[in-house]
């Protein structure tokens, strides 16, 4: 009877040991600091406008390109070669300021528009080392400011030739290359561990909406006024961003001269047992970790599809939906507006999901991963078959997008869970490798689209979403929710 006992309970504690690895025990109890008016949410906002400022100063010059070039086209002929009927403008008044334009070609203008990221990925691992060992503050803000000083600089280089353009925009990145990994190991510093999703994606937010602002604001400052006063405007809101950042953050909670007692003591103690004690950085436990790897591809592979429509989306708009360049520019602002929204809701629910129900942080990760990934390669696949239903394929372009907000819960900020001494590095490094889809991405999508037909638009997709799918699989069986033993002195942290 004792064996048959054993038998029928097997099954039911195998089921309960599933179920219980789903789950972390509780915490032990701090004294928690309310959010409102806390200094730690203070630099959420702060650092969101900065990506703000960042993200606009990277994609205003796609925006300005179309009125930079000596376009021989009729005023109204702009998607004339579309596969689907044009939409008709509205009625727009007259342009009096014109700025000078320029004959470059399609290459000089690929290599103009990819410049950046030349630069962009030279300074991520040297930017999360230098933030580690020097303090984040600065290295951000100066990063922010040369790339702000190159921009309002970018019209007079392009009136000295494409030569000198690209060298601003290699400048422009170099500069803004810091900026990640610079936030990353100022969060390692600032964000408690049950609150880490909230305050990261607060602060990533600003990513997003600087692209949803700055894609349809860019083209009205072209029209209205002329392309060289979108450098100008968003080059003065950086100067502003600036000044703020400079009297308002600060490396750590010990050195804010503001912050609550209460609120100190309740950021330390919470991270006490997470830091490492030692100076020495373990590159080869770093670079050899499956954690990291699992964020490098999952990094990577989100990131082709995010490059691949940041950069085509407006092509893709005009091509072959047949939307004007007036008219995409809000259109195609609206998946990042969907992925903005996306994000902030994500995060709250996966601190609710650790906090409040106790789900362990890998499981949380895992999912919101899989969601953010898996859901935008569906979709982007959808919208490869909608024809000229162009609302059909905008809501899904949109729905695509916004799904992969979900991720910012997911890998995005895991390298705060796995190493938070190291977090700065772990994301210059994933990073380098996730900046690659910005390089080749929209080059390889552009040469399987030269007859722009709806079926190689269809080829673009299937790709981006394959790589999608592939890094979804590799972070669901190789990401990690916990310290890892090499990066915190003398302690060692299950999974």
């Not at 309310?34 to 949410?41: E, F, I, N, T, V």
């Not at 996730?434 to 037909?453: D, E, F, S, Y």
């Given at each position: 009877s004792i064996s048959l006992s054993l038998l029928l309970s097997f099954p039911h504690s195998l089921l309960l040991s599933f179920s219980l690895s789903l789950y972390s025990f509780?915490?032990?109890?701090?004294?928690?600091?309310?959010?409102?008016?806390?200094?730690?949410?203070?630099?959420?906002?702060l650092s969101s406008l900065g990506f703000f400022v960042v993200y606009s100063l990277r994609v205003n010059l796609s925006v300005a390109m179309v009125d930079m070039l000596n376009s021989t086209r009729p005023a109204t002929g702009n998607h004339s070669s579309s596969i689907c009927p044009a939409h008709t403008d509205p009625a727009r008044p007259t342009r009096h300021h014109p700025a000078g334009v320029y004959s470059w070609d399609s290459e000089t203008q690929g290599w103009i528009l990819g410049s950046f990221f030349y630069g962009y990925i030279l300074t991520q691992v040297p930017g999360g080392y230098l933030s580690g060992r020097y303090g984040p503050k600065w290295l951000l803000g100066f990063g922010v400011l040369s790339t702000v000083v190159f921009t309002l600089l970018t019209p007079t280089a392009a009136d000295l030739g494409p030569g000198y353009l690209i060298g601003v925009r290699v400048l422009e990145g170099i500069g803004e290359g810091v900026t990640f990994p610079s936030m990353y190991a100022m969060w390692a510093a600032w964000a408690p561990p049950l609150e880490r999703s909230r305050l990261l994606t607060i602060s990533y937010i600003g990513a997003q909406l600087g692209t949803v602002i700055s894609l349809p604001l860019s083209g009205e400052i072209c029209f209205y006024l002329d392309w060289t006063y979108v450098f100008y405007v968003f080059g003065a809101v950086g100067l502003v961003w600036f000044v703020l950042w400079a009297f308002l953050a600060f490396d750590t909670p010990d050195s804010h001269p503001r912050i609550s007692e209460q609120e100190r003591l309740y950021i330390t103690s919470s991270l006490k047992n997470e830091l490492s004690t030692s100076g020495r950085i373990p590159w080869r436990a770093i670079l050899t970790s499956g954690p990291l790897w699992a964020i490098v591809v999952a990094h990577f592979s989100y990131n082709w599809t995010f490059y691949t429509l940041l950069t085509l989306l407006p092509t893709y708009m005009n091509d072959v939906l047949g939307f004007s360049i007036q008219q995409n520019g809000l259109l195609s602002a609206l998946p990042y507006l969907g992925c903005a929204v996306m994000a902030v809701l994500s995060g709250q629910l996966a601190d609710y999901l650790r906090?409040?129900?106790?789900?362990?942080?890998?499981?949380?990760?895992?999912?919101?991963?899989?969601?953010?990934?898996?859901?935008?390669?569906?979709?982007?696949?959808?919208?490869?078959?909608?024809?000229?239903?162009?609302?059909?394929?905008?809501t899904f372009l949109t729905v695509s997008s916004a799904l992969g907000?979900?991720?910012?819960?997911?890998?995005?900020?895991?390298?705060?869970?796995?190493?938070?001494?190291?977090?700065?590095?772990?994301?210059?490094?994933?990073n380098t490798f996730?900046?690659?889809?910005?390089?080749?991405?929209?080059?390889?999508?552009?040469?399987?689209?030269?007859?722009?037909?709806i079926e190689e638009w269809q080829s673009v997709f299937y790709i981006a979403a394959a790589i999608n799918l592939f890094g979804a699989a590799f972070y669901a069986l190789m990401g990690r929710g916990a310290v890892q033993p090499w990066a915190v002195h003398a302690a060692a942290h299950g999974d």
């Open positions: 509780p915490p032990p109890l701090r004294k928690q600091s309310p959010a409102c008016g806390s200094s730690r949410y203070g630099l959420a906002l906090e409040t129900c106790l789900y362990r942080t890998v499981t949380v990760r895992k999912c919101f991963s899989i969601v953010g990934m898996i859901g935008p390669a569906v979709f982007l696949v959808a919208a490869g078959y909608t024809g000229c239903n162009y609302v059909l394929a905008v907000g979900v991720s910012a819960s997911g890998f995005n900020i895991n390298h705060l869970d796995i190493a938070p001494s190291y977090a700065g590095i772990l994301l210059g490094i994933t996730a900046t690659i889809p910005g390089m080749v991405g929209p080059v390889i999508a552009r040469a399987l689209t030269k007859q722009n037909t």
